[in-house]
C-alpha cells in the first residue's frame, strides 16, 4: 500500500509499505493492506512504517490519519524523523 | 556640451550602482528559489486538509462550530491581517498589497463594519502609521521564512475572539504566488472558515469508518485549516517579495547598462571632438608661424 507523511511544510514520507502503526488519539491503530476506508485523529507518540524489513520512525504530533483504497495518509501538524 | 571629465565620472557611478542592482537580482533570484520550494512544499498539506473538510461537511456541521458560522447579513466587526515585505527596493510589490488592503477596508468600512488592521511587515505598518491610523497589532519579525509559529500566533487570539463573537469576520490581504512574475494582491476570508468545495473524492465520508466522530475530527482539524491558510498566506508573500525583488532588480540593471551605453557614447563623441579641435588648433597654428 502506498503510504505518504505531510507535514504542514513538507512531504516527510512517500512510499510503498506492508503496515503502519500509528498513535491515534486514543491509543496505537495498526493498518495493513486492504484496510477498510478509515480516519481518525492523531495523538502525540511515535508512527512506525515497515517498508520491506526495514522501519522507518517519525514523532508525530496532531492533525489525523485517512485510509482510502490502498492509500494511507497520515496528515500531521508536527512530524518529524526519529 | 559636457565635459569628459564630468561623463566620466557619471559612467562609474552609474557601473557602481550596476553592481549593486546586479548583486540584489542574483541573491532575490536564489531566494526566490528556496521560497518557491517551500510554497511548493506546503501544498499536500493544504490539499489533504481541504479535502477532508470537504468530505466530511454538511449543513448541519455548520450550525454547531464556531469557526464555520456564518454571519447573518453585513459583519459589524471585522479583522484584516495585511502582509508586505520588511524591505524595499521590490517595485510597486508594497504598494500593490497596501492598495489592496486599503481598498477591504474601505469596502467593509463603507457596509458599516468596524474594521480592526493588523499589520505584518515593515512596509505595510510604515504606511499605516503615516497615516495615523491605529494597528490592532504590528509585526515586523516574521522575516523571509516564516514559520508554523509565526502563523498559529498570528491567527490563535482572532480565532478565539471569533469564537466568543467578538470578531463577525477575518481576512487576509497577501501577494498569491502564481508564478515569480504574477503575484497579485489578494484578499482572502480565513474566518469564518469558507467550506472547501468537494473535489473529485466527494461524497464519500458515508463510506469512511470515523474515529472519533465526524463532529469530533471536523473540530479537531479546522483550527488546523485555518492556521494553514495563514502560514500559506505568509509563505506565498514571502515568495512573492522575492519574485518581485528580482524582476525590480534586473530591471533596474538593464537601465543601468542602457545608461552607460549612451553615456559612453556620449563621452567618446566629446573626446574625439576636442582631439579634432586640438589638431584643428595646432595645424592653423604652424600654418600661421609659416606665414
Known sequence: MRVTVISPDRSVFEGEAQAVVAPAFDGQVGILPRHAPFMTLLGRGELRIKQDGAAHRFTVDGGFLQVVGDAVRVVAEHAKEA | MARPRELRRRIKSVESTRKITKTMEMVATSKLKRAQDRVVAARPYAQALANVIADLYTPELAERFPLLRQPKGVPKKAAVLFITSNRGLCGAFNSNLIKEARRTTADLEARGCQVDLHGIGRKGIGFFR??????????????????????????????????????????????????????????????????PSAGKAGGKSSNYILSPSADEIVGAILPLYVRNAMYRALVETAAGEQGARRTAMKNATDSASDMIDSLRQTYNRVRQAQITQEIAEIVGGSEALKG
Open chain 2, 130 to 195: 503615516y497615516t495615523k491610523r491605529a494597528l490592532a497589532v504590528a509585526r515586523q519579525d516574521v522575516g523571509d521564512r516564516p514559520s508554523q509559529k509565526h502563523a498559529e500566533e498570528l491567527v490563535e487570539p482572532l480565532m478565539r475572539q471569533f469564537e466568543t463573537g467578538l470578531l463577525d469576520a477575518v481576512f487576509v490581504v497577501f501577494a498569491k504566488f502564481n508564478s515569480p512574475v504574477s503575484t497579485p494582491p489578494t484578499t482572502l476570508q480565513i474566518l469564518p472558515v469558507v467550506p
